[in-house]
């Protein structure tokens, strides 16, 4: 009997863990340490975020669905690494630590044969003087999107008799995920209207990327109206629309009561004042140490600088303009342990998507790539499926998952409501530009496509139902896709 | 084509270097009937999108 342990239960975690039991059976064991009790739908917190959704709708409890599926759940996070086990213990093992199941603060354990790290991220508050002070909210966990709604209500209640300025976007210079807060933004400016009071906010974006639309992604051009254009155009329009102001290119270095200090990519500095703020924080790998079987510190062996895991991806590329789609990994296994892989946010990309700029003072100010949703439930079902493979007999990893070889949905609401929300759906083909097989924008232009509309809300709520449905495993859950 | 649709825009500002929808192109946004196909187009692109992305 062969055990696989899946370190992290989210997106890319529980779906590496659900498809390896399913298709390992009983004659093997599957284990997954989180520290969560439930699972979180994490698209659909910016809902909660402005009160269209409670928590509930967005998150359930793991333990039931992992017993259900015949799955060793133990709630507890890793807290080091030993690959080639220790003086005590053969077999390569994990320790743990137990967040709960009655046996908080416990630590034990865990021997692997195989490993599948999808930690996900750190959320690196304290990367920004400030931003871990309580003078801004995020919408990155559930219990953060119920606490932004709370203060959001507050300034929403005081917008009704006099002006009230909301600031949205990136709390760094290094972040991604600006995905999220473009949907809060727009949220919030469409629940603003719904109330009567968007005339007495101010909403101002402010964001890390060179341009708006660049996503981390670079940003993407879309066939439109006979010309391949730039997101850049197609985001400025919607903000203009909107009537959000923005600030780009900013690294925001502190925050305070009421005000977020940043500098920009040309070296200025300036503030923003603010009676509600919500900044997404930079992530960093979760800080596994790894230790070598004599107890010596491997952790930079395995582990990038950031804390993100190694993988199969070229790590020596260089500057940007050396940079290759096939520098991204394609089986996501540790180069040094072969029984080691990682995935989602928890794997280290060779380097960024989005070109790197830096301010004349040296400050580095971009978005980093992002990892989530589609391109990490693809990776969590590949590694699944070659691991299963491994445990068979395979000699190698039998699935691919590569960010410059598969596409992503995505789906950014701008507002909800049956009939009067809006969202734009996205599809790119690759994530990662490829420039060689697709000369000129680096892109499928055919599979480029983005559009704002009902449809896309009416899409994005269905995701929410279809995703929440698949991780509980009901009938059916293997039918519907990443 | 009228223009009473649109706000003022502050010229050379940011926002006056933008795209501007015109007033059928945000009713289409909204439109019942228009969107329901498009809801059937996007799903069929999303779909074949995942099923170029499997490897």
């Known amino acids: ?482 | 084509m009228a223009t009473k649709h649109m706000e003022h825009i502050q010229p050379y500002s940011p926002q006056a270097g933008t795209m501007i929808p015109t007033k059928f192109r945000k009713f289409l946004r909204t439109c019942v009937l228009w969107q329901f196909i498009r809801f059937i187009a996007i799903n069929i692109k999303m779909t074949l999108l995942i099923l170029k992305s499997h490897h």
């Open chain 1, 1 to 482: 009997m062969a055990r696989l342990v899946v370190m992290g239960g989210g997106v890319s975690g529980h779906t590496a863990a659900t498809f390896a039991k399913k298709w390992l059976g009983n004659e093997h064991e599957v284990v997954v340490v989180t520290p969560n009790s439930q699972w979180n739908w994490i698209p659909s917190n910016i809902w909660v975020g402005v009160g269209e959704m409670k928590k509930e709708d967005v998150v359930f409890p793991l333990a039931p669905v992992y017993e259900k599926a015949g799955i060793d759940y133990r709630q507890a996070k890793a807290v080091s690494l030993h690959p080639s086990g220790s003086e005590k213990n053969e077999k390569a093992f994990i320790t743990i630590e137990y967040t709960g199941q009655g046996k908080e603060g416990q630590t034990e354990e865990v021997t692997y044969d195989y490993l599948i790290n999808a930690t996900g991220p750190k959320l690196n508050f304290g990367a920004t003087p400030g931003l871990d002070q309580g003078y801004t909210v995020s919408v990155c966990t559930a219990d953060h999107a119920v606490h932004a709604n709370e203060e959001l209500q507050k300034v929403f209640e005081k917008a009704k008799t006099q002006k009230q300025k909301i600031l949205i976007g990136t709390g760094h210079g290094m972040c991604t995920c600006q995905g999220a807060a473009f949907e809060y933004i727009f949220n919030i400016e469409h629940e603003a209207k719904k109330a009567g009071i968007r005339d007495n906010l101010d909403i101002k974006w402010i964001s890390n990327e060179s341009f708006l639309g660049d996503f981390g992604m670079g940003g993407m051009h879309l066939n439109v109206g006979g010309y391949t254009a730039s997101s850049k155009i197609f985001a400025e329009s919607l903000y203009s629309e909107r009537k959000l102001e923005w600030v780009i290119g900013a690294h925001v270095n502190k925050v305070e009561a009421g005000k977020a200090h940043y500098e920009l990519l040309d070296g200025t500095a300036g503030a923003e004042e603010f009676d509600f703020a919500m900044l997404i924080p930079p992530f960093a790998g979760v800080g596994l140490k790894a230790f070598s079987k004599n107890g010596d510190d491997i952790t930079a062996d395995i582990f990038a600088p950031n804390g993100f895991m190694k993988v199969d991806a070229n790590y020596n590329a260089g500057a940007y303009e050396n940079w290759k789609a096939s520098d991204w990994p394609r089986t996501l296994q540790n180069p040094t342990y072969q029984n080691i892989f990682a995935v989602g946010i928890a794997f280290a990309p060779p380097h960024p998507i989005s070109k790197p700029m830096s301010s004349p003072n040296g400050t580095q100010i971009f978005p980093t790539p992002p990892r989530t949703g589609m391109p990490s439930a693809m990776m969590g079902k590949a590694v699944a499926h070659s691991i299963v493979d491994m445990i068979h007999g395979a000699p190698q990893p039998t699935h691919t998952a590569c960010m410059s070889e598969m596409g992503a949905a995505c789906v950014a609401s701008a507002g909800k409501g049956f009939f009067t929300g809006t969202a734009a759906a996205m599809t790119v083909y690759p994530v990662v530009p490829d420039f060689e097989k697709y000369p000129g924008v680096g892109r499928d232009i055919s599979m480029t496509t983005g559009e704002i509309g009902l449809a896309g809300h009416w899409i994005k709520h269905l995701l929410h139902f279809a995703f929440l449905w698949k991780a509980k495993l009901k009938p059916g859950w293997t039918l519907i896709p990443e």
